[in-house]
């Protein structure tokens, strides 16, 4: 119970100022797909543990955009990310004294939170038989960079919601 509620609280935090675009190739008819593998070769920028979370959201989460897995998908997926660990919040704290042609001030930041990674992360869709990207999905977004194994795994379900939210593409 702990866990879950520690990963309502983690998504409710990540879903400030996060975003998620899509782009598509308009002359394919993404009704004729119903199948998806892996490239055998995923080059992420993330670790082992971290693609194995990407997988397991995507193979929760296509099946109900009626997309199966099988050994020789209609489409293959692809994914990758950039990271870029930032600093938290600060409080600036400043005290002075002055007077006559002289002035004397002493200032600092507080550090509030921990640092944050802000992640880009892409998923593609590409067409096996004809080797064409159809279909992609960018979120752009920050979490914590102190986070369980659980609460990463919520928030990969999470970015990959809100990617497959734009597929199939509505024209």
């Known amino acids: 119970m702990r866990t879950l509620l520690t990963s309502l609280i983690l998504l409710l935090l990540l879903g400030c100022g996060a975003t998620a675009t899509f782009d598509y ?16 070769t995923i ?4 670790n082992d543990f971290e693609d194995e979370r990407v997988k397991n959201a995507l193979d929760s989460l296509l099946p ?53 990674i802000e992640q880009q992360f892409t998923l593609d869709l590409v ?7 159809v279909w992609q999905g960018v979120y752009t977004g920050t979490y914590p960079a102190k986070t369980t194994p659980a609460q990463r795994q919520a928030y990969y379900y999470k970015v990959i919601g809100k990617i497959l939210n734009g597929y199939p593409p509505k024209k």
């Open 64 to 116: 109900l955009k009626n997309l199966n897995k099988e050994s020789s998908g209609q489409l293959l997926i692809n994914f990758f990310a950039y990271e870029q660990i930032t600093a938290g919040n600060t409080i600036g704290i400043g005290f002075g004294s002055g007077g006559g042609n002289a002035s004397v001030g002493v200032g600092g930041d507080v550090p509030v939170g921990g640092n944050k």
């Open 127 to 133: 067409d096996a038989q004809n080797d064409a990207l």
């Open 43 to 46: 080059q992420s920028n993330l």
């Open 25 to 40: 190739d308009t002359k394919t008819d993404f009704s004729v797909y119903s199948s998806y593998q892996y490239f055998t």
